[in-house]
DNA sequence: TATGGTGACTGTATCGATCAAGTAGATCGC
DNA sequence: GCGATCTACTTGATCGATACAGTCACCATA
């Protein structure tokens, strides 16, 4: 009596098949009504839960469900913005498809952990990981499709993102354009070790994280374009994307001998730091100081902030809809585009 | 050649048990390092990816997920800041307990849907799911450890929430207190219907969202005990938890032959529209009316309202570590705390 | 009356791993 | 020198369901 219920419990107490037990609830269609109302009434009787989720999955060979994984610790994925707006995109999607998704946590130091071994999914998304993990690693044995958002780029799996280079070329353009030859440029975590501060082109080599090192990168470009010498500006690697340290940055920077006249953040939450630092020093962003962001948040048009546009949501979207079929599977650039608001001025003198 | 790699295909190259080769993963110790070695080499030439998390899943018995079902469509969970609030504080139990979460879209039209039925998971997490819903009963069925938060109260399962009703008592007494008695009362969803408008006790009675009964319970408690006639309280149901639309039934109760000197809004969303309805009458809030909320959720602070202080990220904490085994099972009423700030005040006559 | 079709089920193989129990051979103690 | 213990495996059963190929009764058709 304390035995589990499954199929068979009912099946015997029925007196039909496991099967057409089965069928009561797969395909409700191979039965008649008689049968399948008894069926359900015994299961009922019995308190059985239907068929074990784990069972169907293993036989169907399909778990309708989907993961995703995370650089970060998820406590701090759901509290930034611009994931929390990608989760809305892949929300969308699964939902429509009446998908599942597994949210997988990643062990601190940095191994694999159960939860990603024990993860019953047809596909997995990977958002922003760094190059090299072993989590990608053993994901990408595993026979499953995979999509990788804003990085990195791997042989054989779908890439969704922007083309972080070329937009960022476009916003240091835009601040070379003024005349700025004396910048610090802020960039988002390159390397996956937690350092914080100047970074030189050996650390960017190793860089870890594709987006971080496009947008720098990019800047590069257009440094180069513009005829800025090297020395001119002047990379600072901020390990957490959080505002209290760009802040901190900032104000330190611009309380040294030489103030930049103009600040590169590679992201808004980056950008906002450098804003209140500004402004704490007397500086009237767009008119004493130029300050540039990246992504555009929802925070940055009240911020006045000039930055590059990209949608989280369409990124969290599109990536997802490959998985679930909704969409054709393959790279995706989506578009960005420059918004000029009014945090860049010409260098005062 | 085109079978696919299982652990008795390996078994056979290698020319051992299957049993070992599954060791070689699940439990290194007990094989020798020789054998082991040889068996991950073979194991890697033919691309094997681990374990089957379907069948291992299903021998096991475990599957180091739990399941978070919600109330909303996912889209609009992740862009409400009290949800990604609680979903911070669940990810942080699961993060500790190495379980992944499996976050189950529920069909539009109120079934259940593959989705759930395929969800193989240890125990799941109800997020202010209304009374009756299938989902629910689907779940009660099946014989895992559940855990609600803020409603509904299940017998058996335990709950995990604040004192809804006494908290908003607090909050009316406070409104009482200053001599209001002609009082609109904004309520958030109590059926499952997206119904927009005026209620009545009736359906009050015939509320499913747990939360939101007991708030205007506690709201007409404490008309009573401050012997605030019935019909001096409006009481107003607003289906989704949106500031603009709280703007507009605010915007028309102020235009009315007998404005109200207060308003009570049952979540700080909903008295940021109030408050935005108030300001564009050219009201000053704390002054010329009062606005109170519920929640206190960050944007509270900077319109100085007055409302209920509740940590959505314990209760999502707290919820979440029962299912890991971190924490007692139970039901667990958490504190909460009337905040006063600015926007309330006596009538002005 | 033979033939074929259909609806409603049954029986068996299979999914891919893990667990409990068992065994062979080596080592150890007294 | 003989049983006890240990190491490194193997064997067989089991988890709970689903896919697929039958089987069987029943009816329609020629």
Redesign the interface.
């Known amino acids: 009596m304390s035995q589990r219920v499954t199929l068979q419990t009912i099946a015997d107490k029925v007196g039909v098949s496991r099967t057409t037990v089965s069928n009561a609830w797969s395909r409700p269609d191979q039965l008649s009504d008689e049968v399948r109302i008894r069926i359900l009434k015994v299961a009922d009787e019995l ?12 036989r169907r060979g ?4 989907i ?1 995703l994984l995370l650089t970060e ?3 701090y ?3 930034d913005p611009h994931a ?1 707006e990608l ?2 995109g892949v ?2 999607a ?2 429509k498809a ?8 990643l ?1 601190p130091q940095r191994g694999i ?9 047809d596909g997995c998304l990977m958002y922003s990981m760094p190059t090299g993990h072993p989590a990608v690693d ?1 994901l990408r ?3 499953i499709p995979l999509v990788t958002i804003d990085g990195p780029r791997l042989e054989g799996v779908p890439f969704v993102g922007i083309d972080d280079r070329g937009a960022s070329r476009e916003l240091a353009e835009l601040v070379f354009s003024y005349g700025h030859r004396d910048v610090l440029v802020l960039s988002i975590r390159i390397v996956d070790d937690l350092h914080d501060g100047p970074i030189d082109e050996q650390r960017l080599d190793a860089g870890v994280y594709r987006n971080a090192v496009e947008r720098v990168r990019g800047t590069f470009e257009a440094a180069d374009a513009a005829g800025v010498p090297r020395d001119g500006i002047r990379l600072y690697e901020v390990s957490r994307n959080h505002r209290d340290r760009a802040q901190e940055v900032v104000a330190a920077a611009l309380a040294s001998e030489r103030p930049p006249t103009a600040v590169i953040a590679l992201s808004d939450e980056l950008a906002a730091g450098a804003l209140a630092a500004a402004t704490a020093s007397g500086l009237r962003p767009g008119t004493d100081i130029t300050i540039v962001g990246f992504d555009d948040q929802d925070a940055a048009a009240h911020l006045d902030l000039t930055t590059v546009r990209q949608s989280a949501y369409d990124k969290g979207y599109q990536a997802a809809a490959q998985l679930v079929g909704a969409a054709p599977v393959g790279d995706l650039v989506l578009p960005h585009q420059l918004v000029r608001r009014g945090t860049v001025g010409p260098v005062r003198t």
Chains 1, 2 share one sequence.
């Open positions: 308190g059985y839960g239907g068929p074990n989720p784990a069972a169907r999955g293993l399909r778990a309708d469900a993961g610790t998820l406590q994925a759901f509290g929390a989760l809305r929300a969308a699964i939902e009446d998908t599942g998704l597994l949210i997988v946590p062990p952990g159960e939860a990603l071994r024990s993860a019953v999914i053993a044995h595993r026979q």
